[in-house]
């Protein structure tokens, strides 16, 4: 439904968004996920209509926008600071962008009924957006969005100034209004979590660039770089080099000498290529005695141990220096744990486990 | 407890010195009869006669006499009248100063409101006099018009009440200018783009949402403005004609030329009272600004 086609925003010399290719299906609730200044909030605001690109054209359902200036735009947009009208009562906030419409009045009322009953906020119509909690108002900002009926809804960081419980329950019940009102979403967040939890696409970007746009999971297990790996979640990034020893499978030598690591990749590496392995520390297995059968084993001292409640991430310092991070459930009672400060373990995990990433 | 009194204390004691005892005092000569003598009225305190004497002899003639002669109502009248254009004139020239004050990139905006506060650096009456040279039949104004042949016979706008208009919007801009600016430099830019999403023009934004948000701004100028300009003297005495009435000027000379200190005290009350009217009016609009913010 949107599509970039060599998208380049420059702000005098600064180039915010470079030659960006992309597209966004309709119904889809897609993240824009990366760090501050990587150029996602610059996309979003082009989608709105209030940057133009420097170079190249954004088409909305087959419509070049550039021409089209905000107000005639078929999108509208949540706002980072919620912009709120604060001199206007919440039902008026909603009624906005349907009053600019020419609506007739018993439509208009009809509307923002729905969108009250949507959000939940019946009862807080008549009020003013500082007479109401935080969580509330970003409420308002998302029916007040939505109240058009637009094609494509802009969620600029949505959820950046909620508590971490509210966040979760926001984010569920942005996904469940996704689905309930079919509009496709975009969503601009630097938290991987959100993005991973919401979005059915999420595109990572960096300087401008967007590095991999997949679905969460195989963003999560199959990242095309270090950078998207790294981003993501926790990960162990072992320095190797590729040597073939069977149909998809390498021996990775370890730049600082351990015994060599067996790895299946599908992309293929030549002889002596260097090479990244990104494993999560949720698939190295972490044992008190020495296992057998596994595809790779290392031994190894625990440096430190951060405990989550729910989880604890060990970190494992091998002989050559090495630290590498395992994590595994407190499935028993912490005074119960087989190993903990400077004990020797055992890590292993399977060829399959990681994924080998060019140098 | 104490200290707090002490600090309540102080600016009380201050408007009792500098306001109310000046106010008993005028309201008293405003109830008193004219005399030749000095100062010019009577009666006066006597300890001897004591003090219902001395009360029995002040009445309120001088407040019938101002209904009776209708110079007075016309020229509160007029006063209003001047007041309330003027007012309205700062407004418009003012608004859109502000605007682009508030508009401008950050490291500009310290610099336009030193250029707006800049002319207080001089004194208001050589400004005052400034435009008399500028406005009068051979000032600057006429002869740069006749330069460049827009008029051929030179322009009378001294001693009329354009002059007077021109003069009180240039001297009252900072007022109106300042507040405004305050209320348009604290809008928060996302408002517009957010009124701009929803389907307004750039125009309709300013209507329904620039305005609004800066109506406590506007509000505070126009009594800023209106507020002294009900009781100016200087600029109609200097810069307008004998057919421009106001009620400061009425009052200097009833004062000066007539010493009929009495009646003048009597149309100083009078002012005062209508003036109330609007301070409380400003007052309030303050305090519903105030909560507000909170």
Redesign the interface.
């Known amino acids: 439904m949107i599509q970039f086609q060599n998208v380049t925003k420059r702000f005098g010399d600064f180039t915010a968004i470079d030659d960006l290719t992309i597209g966004i299906y309709e119904k889809e609730f897609f993240a824009l996920l990366g760090p501050s200044g990587c150029g996602k909030t610059t996309m979003m605001r082009m989608l709105a209509g209030f940057e133009t690109p420097t170079e190249g054209s954004i088409y909305l359902a087959g419509q070049d926008m550039a021409p089209v200036p905000p107000n005639k735009r078929a999108t509208n947009m949540m706002f980072q600071s919620y912009a709120l009208f604060p001199h206007l009562s919440i039902w008026e906030n909603i009624a906005f962008g349907l009053k600019r419409e020419g609506m007739a009045k018993p439509q208009i009322s009809d509307r923002v009924n729905e969108m009250l009953r949507l959000t939940r906020l019946e009862k807080f119509a008549s009020r003013k957006p500082h007479q109401i909690s935080g969580g509330q108002r970003q409420r308002v900002a998302l029916a007040r969005s939505l109240a058009k009926k637009p094609k494509l809804l802009l969620l600029d960081e949505p959820l950046g100034a909620l508590d971490k419980k509210l966040r979760q329950d926001t984010q569920f019940e942005l996904m469940d209004i996704q689905e309930k009102t079919g509009t496709t979403f975009v969503i601009v967040t630097h938290d991987q979590e959100e993005a991973m939890t919401v979005a059915s696409r999420v595109a990572v970007m960096d300087n401008g660039r967007i590095i991999q746009v997949a679905t969460p999971d195989r963003i999560y297990e199959t990242p095309n770089s270090v950078y998207v790996a790294d981003f993501i979640g926790e990960v162990n990034i072992i320095d190797g080099i590729a040597t073939p020893n069977g149909e998809e499978s390498y021996s990775v030598a370890w730049k600082d000498g351990q015994a060599p690591l067996n790895v299946k990749s599908p992309s293929s590496f030549s002889d002596g290529q260097s090479c990244h392995l990104a494993i999560r520390p949720e698939k190295v297995t972490i044992n008190a005695e020495k296992p057998t059968g596994a595809d790779n084993v290392v031994e190894g001292k625990i440096l430190d141990i951060a405990y989550l409640g729910n989880l604890s991430t060990y970190h494992v310092e091998l002989p050559s220096g090495a630290v590498i991070k395992a994590q595994s459930a407190n499935t028993r009672r912490i005074s119960r744990r087989a190993f903990t400060w400077e004990d020797t373990v055992w890590l292993s995990w399977t060829a399959t486990a990681g994924v080998l990433l060019a140098a | 407890m104490m200290r707090r009194f002490t600090l309540i204390a102080i600016p009380y004691l201050w408007l009792l010195a500098l306001f109310l005892v000046p106010f008993v005092i005028v309201f008293k000569i405003s109830l008193s009869d004219v005399a030749l003598a000095r100062p010019p009225y009577t009666p006066h305190f006597d300890w001897a006669t004591g003090i219902w004497a001395f009360l029995s002899e002040l009445d309120f003639e001088n407040f019938v006499f101002l209904t009776q002669d209708d110079l007075y109502w016309k020229a509160y009248l007029s006063s209003l009248k001047i007041a309330a254009i003027s007012t309205l004139l700062t407004l418009l020239v003012g608004y859109p100063m502000a605007y682009a004050m508030a508009r401008a990139p950050q490291e500009w905006r310290a610099t336009l409101m030193m250029l707006v506060i800049l002319p207080f650096w001089t004194s208001f009456l050589i400004r005052v006099y400034a435009w008399m040279g500028i406005l009068s039949n051979e000032g600057f104004l006429n002869q740069f018009l006749l330069w460049t042949g827009v008029i051929s016979e030179p322009l009378t706008i001294l001693n009329t009440n354009t002059a007077v208009y021109i003069g009180i919007v240039y001297t009252y801009l900072p007022f109106m200018i300042l507040p405004i600016y305050a209320a348009l430099e604290r809008l928060?830019e996302?408002?517009i783009?957010?009124?701009?999403?929803?389907?307004?023009?750039r125009l309709?934004a300013f209507w329904?949402?620039t305005i609004?948000?800066s109506?406590t701004g506007i509000i505070a100028g126009c009594f800023l403005v209106f507020i002294p300009v009900l009781g100016e003297f200087v600029i109609p005495s200097l810069l307008g004609g004998s057919d421009t009435l106001m009620i400061g000027k009425v009052l200097w000379e009833e004062f000066f030329s007539n010493r009929d200190w009495p009646v003048a005290s009597a149309v100083a009350v009078v002012l005062l009272l209508l003036l109330i009217i609007p301070i409380v009016l400003f007052q309030r609009n303050q305090q519903k600004q105030q909560e507000?913010e909170q």
């Open positions: 928060d996302s408002l783009e957010a009124a701009e999403d929803l389907g307004c023009s309709s329904l949402v609004p948000l109506k507000a």
